[in-house]
């Protein structure tokens, strides 16, 4: 079974439903983000959680939200969806023990909003 | 603010030929660098990473990468290309300055390695 596990892989929805990406983990870290991926842009992050009460806002926030529910799962919102927000989503993880600690990342979520 | 550039978009390379992948990045202090691999419909898996001391760091799969200070750069290489390496490859910085330790990734450089 996979460390990161994000669900679901592929989602293909219309413009102004409300779509939730969902991560959980099993590799007890602490830190948790959320990444989307463009082509020709690499990755951005949109949120990144240090713990369960801690949320904060990346690079590209706006029209997403998120939620710590538990120290494993993390979970993604897009309130009400538009084209531009199809992208690759990746969930991340790493272990703040580690201060120069790699990412561990998930498989992806591809969505694409019509 | 920090920065990474990946300033090819595309590197094809002969099975068996050495392959070199570039990154070049900017940050205020001294840096951390990491190479991630990413496989088709899979996510990124970490590589190798260069945090102090040797400047030329070995990681997984045979790849290496040379780290230089004076010209900014943390190319990634490998001395015989494998079919099997063909994936896209990103380069990576955390600036290890400040309260959260921001990680920025360049756009990514797709290996092609033909048989």
């Known amino acids: 079974d996979a460390d990161v596990t994000q669900t679901p892989r592929n989602r293909i929805t219309k413009t102004g439903k409300r779509i939730m990406l969902e991560c959980s983990q099993t590799k007890g870290h602490d830190r948790m983000y959320w990444y989307r991926q463009d082509p020709g842009l690499g990755l951005r992050l949109i949120y990144y959680?240090?713990?369960?009460?801690?949320?904060n806002k990346g690079e590209i926030s706006d029209g997403y939200s998120v939620s710590r529910q538990a120290q494993a799962k993390f979970s993604l919102s897009l309130e009400s969806a538009i084209p531009n927000q199809t992208a690759l989503y990746f969930c991340?993880?790493?272990?703040?023990?580690?201060?120069?600690?790699?990412?561990?990342f998930g498989e992806g979520s591809r969505l694409t909003v019509l | 603010a920090q920065s990474v550039a990946q300033p090819e978009d595309q590197v094809n390379v002969a099975e068996g030929n050495p392959l070199t992948v570039k990154c070049t990045y900017s940050?205020?202090?001294?840096?951390?660098l990491f190479w991630y691999v990413q496989y088709p419909n899979r996510g990124l898996q970490f590589l190798l990473k260069?945090?102090?001391?040797?400047?030329l760091v070995k990681g997984s799969y045979g790849f290496e990468a040379e780290f230089n200070k004076s010209q900014t750069s943390f190319h990634l290489k490998k001395p015989s290309a494998l079919v099997s390496d063909s994936a896209l490859y990103f380069c990576?910085?955390?600036?290890?300055?400040?309260?959260?330790?921001?990680?920025?990734f360049g756009t990514g450089t797709k290996l092609q390695v033909i048989p």
């Open positions: 940050v205020s202090g001294n840096p951390y």
């Open positions: 260069y945090i102090t001391g040797d400047n």
């Open positions: 990576a910085v955390r600036d290890i300055t400040g309260g959260y330790q921001k990680v920025t």
């Open positions: 991340a993880t790493s272990d703040p023990g580690q201060l120069t600690g790699e990412l561990f």
């Open positions: 959680s240090f713990d369960v009460k801690d949320i």
